[in-house]
């Protein structure tokens, strides 16, 4: 399996956190920022295979750069991680083009099955 994930999150621990999880998967290579314009960027000028992003980034909401990526970019698979506490947004998330929805803290396991999901989406891109 060779897959590049790129990871939004203003938490270089969490990145770090992500990072060592998807380590434990051979040929995945993971690319991280703390922007939602880095992540829009990049995601241009680079083939990834699925974006794993906090809702919340240092410069905007993922729910803007998520509504800005899907102009461009119809087909990556997206996971968007928030903490609990923010469920009483999940009628905005839910409509918002993303495969899958992770709430904070999650455990390795959860992370990986997420991960193994949101990356099947990715099959036929």
């Known amino acids: 399996m060779n897959k590049k994930i790129i ?3 203003m938490s270089p621990d969490y ?3 992500l ?3 998807i380590a434990e998967i051979p040929g995945i290579t993971v690319d991280e920022v703390d922007l939602g314009f880095d992540l829009i960027e990049k995601t241009k ?5 699925a974006i794993i992003a906090d809702l919340l980034l240092s410069d905007m909401s993922s729910i803007r ?3 800005e990526i ?18 009483f947004i999940d009628p905005i998330l839910s409509r918002l083009p993303v ?3 992770l709430y904070k803290p999650f455990g390795k396991t959860e992370f990986l099955e997420s991960l193994e ?9």
């Open 117 to 125: 999901k949101l990356l099947g989406e990715n099959k036929h891109a």
């Open 15 to 17: 990145r770090r956190y």
């Open 65 to 67: 750069a998520v509504r």
């Open 70 to 87: 899907r102009m461009y970019n119809q087909r990556i698979p997206i996971l968007i991680m928030s903490l609990s506490a923010t469920r």
């Open 7 to 9: 990871i939004a999150d």
């Open 99 to 101: 495969n899958v929805r």
């Open 45 to 49: 000028k680079e083939n990834y295979d």
């Open 19 to 21: 990072t060592k999880y």
